[in-house]
Structures are given as structure tokens and as C-alpha cells.
Nanobody, 121 residues
């Protein structure tokens, strides 16, 4: 199986910064995209940022210019650096990865357990 383990969430004041990390482990043959989604109370889960294995990145308009997604392919790890955080960024942040577990298997989508980010004074 495959596990995605997130870390780095917490409580931060408005204007502050956080760095989220997500490490994929287990039966991994190849990883396509890795990224971050978030879900605030009463709202649907939404894309925050995603990166391909080749380094192409996509950001939600709401975080563009304030966040940077990066990836260490050797460590199967994706990072999300978030700056100038706002109360509206408060949500549970989920790591997402599209992974092929063996040569003969198709790509499958995996999710982490989520990490809480709270932006409040």
C-alpha cells in the first residue's frame, strides 16, 4: 500500500508563514502529480496547488503569489510554503498524490489524513 504523511500544520497569526510537508511511502513505482487541497468548515474541498513530476505547477487564484509548492522527487516529498496567511486560509489541508504502485498497475489517487491550519490572532 501507499501512505501519505503530512506535517507542518498549526496555529499562526495573520501575516505569518507555514511550511507543510507530505512524504509518500510504501509500494511506489512512479509518482505523477503531487499537490495540496484544503477544506474549510461547511465548504467543498478545493485545490490549493499541484506540481507534476517535471516541475510544472498550478496554483489556486486565492493563494497565487503567497504560496510556493515544491517537490523532492528523490524523497517522494512535496512541500507547500505559505506566506502572508489570512484567516480565510484556515482549513484542513490534504496532501494528494497520483501514484503507480507497479509497472503493470494503473495510476491511482491517494490522500493524506489532513493537517489543520488555523490563521487567527
Amino acid at each position: 500500500q501507499v501512505q501519505l504523511v503530512e506535517s507542518g500544520g498549526g496555529l499562526v497569526q495573520p501575516g505569518g508563514s507555514l511550511r507543510l510537508s507530505c512524504a509518500a511511502s510504501g509500494s511506489i513505482f512512479s509518482i505523477n502529480t503531487m499537490g495540496w487541497y484544503r477544506q474549510a468548515p461547511g465548504k467543498q474541498r478545493e485545490l490549493v496547488a499541484v506540481t507534476t513530476s517535471g516541475g510544472i505547477t498550478t496554483y489556486a487564484d486565492s493563494v497565487k503569489g503567497r504560496s510556493t509548492i515544491s517537490r523532492d522527487n528523490a524523497k517522494n516529498t512535496v512541500y507547500l510554503q505559505m506566506n502572508s496567511l489570512k484567516p480565510g486560509d484556515t482549513a484542513v489541508y490534504y496532501c494528494n498524490a497520483v501514484i503507480k504502485m507497479s509497472f503493470s498497475n494503473p495510476f491511482r489517487t491517494f490522500w493524506g489524513q489532513g493537517t489543520q491550519v488555523t490563521v487567527s490572532s
